[in-house]
């Protein structure tokens, strides 16, 4: 493995289906992305890195309308995509091309059923393996400049270069332990999630401290919220981009009823509130008058904390105790079988009449593939049967 591996640059359809193709022949291939999300919703693709083994490419996926030769080559099940903390590359997949790679084999998952360290970066990865140390100097570049330098191409390229003999060693050390599955069945359920979209109506949910907010107030945050999250998605704007979370929060919280009052949060951009200043206070309106006419049962309920019911600190204590547990019987650590926001996630999903995993038509992580048949048995002795949906 040399340090310096010739890579190519590939800007046309003709080059894109050759190396393509040869990819399509062996048994796993190293993928890695360059994309920018700095003001956008959904990360924009500027480079794809791939590498076979044979040869080691950089395609600019700007410079090529038609992608389909790639697409091909993620959704063959035959060929093992090979990626490292794969969360936001799977993401910028689905965004550009509405696929994602399958099977994913993530060695940052691997390296955590291995005890090498629970989130273990790609350059730490690489100095334990391999024993070389990489450059990180271009992270921070804007990859859909062009041209781009030749110190930005290579440092990308680099980015997967060590990723396939990573790949060989973690294989087989996870494979010893009859573990493999995990990773593809964990990736699985990281696409699942990424599919998965919060319905605007329960967008309020993911805001910090709604919990503080009576019903009256809930049900304008609630408004204001969708509207934030249906614009965001509409112009394709980080959500706040579109207005802040936290003046949104006090916007509800105060049930302010004209543009002065929002130019008068602490903080507020200006420029936001002549944009949008006249549809927030309708909303508001709106909300508040739904609010009036709505029989009280049938108004939102207020968020509930989990840290505000009584048994909640003994039911954490006793899933602490059996995903230890499970983890010894498994020889991994504990953070690979469950982290505190999985725990609460469960109990979330068990106790709340409106969770944010629910609504999005999901299960909670430990009722959910390899982790199901660990958790369940336990799970239904401590909680009762299954929440129905």
């Not at 959704?75 to 590359?89: G, I, Q």
């Amino acid at each position: 493995l040399c340090k310096n591996m010739q890579y190519q640059l590939i800007t046309t359809f003709e080059h894109l289906e050759k190396v393509c193709e040869a990819a399509q022949r062996q048994e796993a291939v190293a993928l890695d992305t360059e994309f920018v999300r700095t003001k956008t919703l959904t990360p924009h693709l500027g480079l794809i890195q791939l590498y076979d083994g044979h040869q080691l490419v950089l395609i600019d996926p700007l410079a090529i309308d038609n992608m389909q030769p790639f697409v091909a080559l993620l959704e063959n099940t035959e060929v093992v995509k090979v990626l490292h903390s794969c969360s936001e590359d799977l993401e910028a997949f689905l965004t550009a091309f509405d696929t994602v790679p399958t099977p994913v084999f993530d060695t940052q998952i691997a390296g955590s059923i291995l005890d090498m360290g629970p989130s273990l970066g790609y350059a730490k990865l690489v100095e334990l393996l391999c024993e070389i140390s990489l450059d990180k100097g271009e992270s921070r570049t804007d990859w859909l400049a062009r041209p781009l330098r030749e110190a930005q191409l290579s440092y990308a390229a680099n980015d997967v270069l060590y990723l396939l003999p990573c790949y060989q060693q973690l294989a087989s050390n996870v494979q010893a332990l009859g573990k493999v599955h995990w990773i593809y069945e964990e990736v699985a359920l990281l696409v699942e999630k990424k599919r998965a979209q919060m319905p605007e109506d329960f967008a309020y949910l993911s805001i910090k401290n709604s919990w503080r907010l009576n019903s009256e107030q809930l049900t304008v945050l609630q408004a204001l919220a969708a509207w934030r999250l249906n614009t965001a998605r509409k112009k394709d704007l980080a959500l706040n981009f579109v207005f802040k979370e936290g003046h949104l929060f006090e916007a509800a919280q105060r049930l302010i009823d004209d543009k002065s009052g929002l130019s008068r949060i602490n903080g507020v951009n200006h420029q936001s509130v002549r944009r949008y200043g006249d549809t927030i206070v309708t909303l508001i309106e709106e909300a508040r008058a739904r609010y009036a006419q709505t029989p009280e049962k049938l108004r939102l309920p207020i968020v509930q904390r989990l840290i505000d019911i009584a048994k909640y600190k003994k039911y954490l204590a006793e899933l602490k105790t059996i995903s230890e547990q499970i983890a010894k019987d498994n020889g991994v650590t504990t953070d690979v079988i469950a982290s505190k926001k999985q725990l609460n996630q469960l109990l979330k999903w068990y106790w709340f009449p409106v969770d944010e995993t629910r609504v999005q038509g999901l299960k909670p992580d430990l009722l959910s593939t390899w982790r199901a048949p660990l958790f369940r048995p336990h799970v239904a002795r401590l909680l009762g049967d299954e929440p129905t949906q």
